[in-house]
């Protein structure tokens, strides 16, 4: 069973912005699907996802679909769908070969290729004085951010904490180091905190030396050999530390930000990014809610099991939002064609009775094809109109003048490539519908 709703939905926006591409009010499709086993829930969840690919293709958006982390909702697994473009406020990463994509949140690094190491060195103490942050140390130091690893103290407890190994031209990513200690928070240690398991002020924290702290190293640092490290005591960094040789690490893991250039972990070509706008989320709950709320069915023995739930949302006001920002240009709006708010504008360019009537008689035979219309017969200047119709973004522009009837011909404009066609007044019905509908049906 799937139950859905289409409703007006308020929030407290903390940073609302672009209108209504993130507002305090907005429309929104929510469903909730129930199975009793997880054969039938992928299934659920397979359709809705297929579902909504249609929905986005069939609205003429350039979006993908890609992984997710499932956030405070929770659950087993998630897809956003990303319309693509500048203004989007999430990061994604795609590999161009295969159908990979995936937030930065989310998204998977494959290991470094293995290669021969270099000979280690021997551990040399050198100062850096008031060299905290990774640039002042590489510039002081001359080398490349590379060749540093930060040591990054994160509070997991009370009273604990762990060091993460993070490369220096790299960000760690708190989403997956949260998903391998299983916890639900995670908070950089105070300087108290950093004070009590270390010797060193915030900047100078290394793993050599530490005691009382689980340490982890993401991927790219266990490649690494001789490498740059806090010293653990002000304005000291200790160069060519090794792994296992100067300190242990508890597990090595993917633990930072995806970025251009990783390798992709389906083998394609090196991850690209992109920014993307969420219109659409598909989640696997399984039974978290279920088991929670008591939702449950009986089977064919009489016993009582947890629904098995899927959860699906389309933020519908900001798919509008997102298609605007694919489709304009520095006049206004292009609307795609299976979502303008009407397919045809009529221009009225002058007022004289012969346009009027005939600017009358297109409106009323447009409609009666089905063909949604907007006449502007307006008291304005042909200029004035020609710029709001440009701004509203109607995909065709129909101009009605004394001129073009003494010739017994009507202009035509493609809203979105500036085309213009002059077709003879009793050839405009039909041209306009039969285009409208080719471009409707060229949707998938």
């Given at each position: 069973?799937t ?10 926006e903390?940073?609302?912005?672009f ?5 305090r009010?907005f429309?929104m499709?929510?469903?909730?699907s129930f ?6 829930a992928?299934?659920s ?12 293709s069939?609205?003429?958006l ?6 997710a982390d499932t956030?405070l ?19 994604i ?13 989310r ?6 290729a ?9 551990l ?9 942050s990774?640039e ?8 490349s ?7 990054l ?16 031209d ?9 998903r391998?200690l299983g916890i639900?928070e995670?908070?950089?240690?105070t300087p108290e905190m950093?004070a009590?398991f270390?010797t060193?002020p ?5 793993p050599i030396g530490?005691?009382?702290v689980?340490i982890?190293?993401d ?9 740059i ?18 300190f242990?690490i508890?597990a090595?893991?993917?633990f ?6 990783d ?9 690209q990014?992109a920014r993307?706008?969420?219109?659409g ?16 069915y009986?089977?064919?023995q ?7 739930m ?5 933020g519908?006001?900001?798919?509008a939002?997102?298609a605007?920002?694919?489709?304009h ?8 064609i299976?979502?303008?708010p009407?397919h ?26 089905g063909?949604e219309?907007l ?5 304005e200047?042909?200029?004035v109109?020609f ?9 065709f ?10 010739q017994n ?8 490539t ?5 077709i003879?007044?009793e050839q ?5 519908t039969n285009t409208?509908k080719?471009?409707?049906?060229s949707?998938p």
């Amino acid at each position: 069973m799937t139950l859905y709703q289409i409703q007006t939905k308020f929030r407290d926006e903390i940073r609302p912005r672009f209108g209504i591409m993130r507002g305090r009010e907005f429309i929104m499709k929510d469903a909730y699907s129930f199975d009793q086993d997880e054969e039938g829930a992928k299934r659920s969840y397979q359709g809705m996802y297929d579902a909504y690919c249609r929905i986005f293709s069939r609205m003429g958006l350039q979006f993908r679909p890609v992984e997710a982390d499932t956030g405070l909702i929770g659950g087993i697994s998630s897809h956003e769908f990303m319309v693509l473009a500048n203004t989007g406020e999430e990061l994604i990463v795609f590999d161009p070969d295969t159908q990979y994509a995936a937030n930065v949140e989310r998204a998977e690094i494959a290991p470094p290729a293995l290669t021969e190491r270099e000979a280690q060195k021997p551990l040399e103490k050198v100062s850096t004085p008031n060299a905290k942050s990774v640039e002042e140390v590489c510039t002081l130091l001359k080398v490349s951010p590379s060749r540093l690893v930060k040591t990054l103290l994160y509070q997991t407890g009370k009273d604990a904490v762990t060091a993460v190994l993070i490369r220096g031209d790299h960000q760690a990513n708190e989403i997956k180091i949260q998903r391998h200690l299983g916890i639900h928070e995670l908070t950089l240690a105070t300087p108290e905190m950093v004070a009590r398991f270390t010797t060193a002020p915030i900047g100078f924290v290394g793993p050599i030396g530490l005691h009382k702290v689980q340490i982890l190293a993401d991927h790219a640092v266990a490649a690494l050999s001789n490498f740059i490290v806090g010293g653990n005591e002000p304005d000291v960094h200790l160069m060519h530390a090794n792994i296992d040789r100067d300190f242990a690490i508890d597990a090595i893991g993917d633990f930072r930000q995806a970025q251009a250039g990783d390798p992709s972990p389906r083998g394609g070509s090196p991850l690209q990014t992109a920014r993307g706008i969420e219109v659409g989320h598909v989640f696997m709950l399984g039974t978290k809610y279920s088991e929670k709320m008591g939702a449950t069915y009986l089977d064919a023995q009489g016993q009582t099991h947890p629904a098995i739930m899927g959860c699906f949302g389309i933020g519908v006001s900001r798919a509008a939002a997102a298609a605007i920002e694919q489709n304009h240009d520095e006049k206004g709006i292009c609307w795609p064609i299976p979502i303008a708010p009407f397919h045809v504008q009529i221009l009225s360019v002058t007022a004289s009775e012969e346009v009027r009537k005939a600017s009358d008689h297109l409106y009323n035979d447009l409609c009666r094809k089905g063909i949604e219309v907007l006449l502007d017969d307006r008291e304005e200047r042909g200029g004035v109109k020609f710029n709001d119709a440009d701004l509203i973004g109607t995909p065709f522009h129909v101009i009605v003048g004394d001129k073009g009837l003494a010739q017994n011909t009507i202009e035509i404009k493609d809203r979105k490539t500036g085309e213009k066609s002059h077709i003879p007044l009793e050839q405009v019905c039909e041209w306009i519908t039969n285009t409208v509908k080719k471009r409707l049906e060229s949707q998938p």
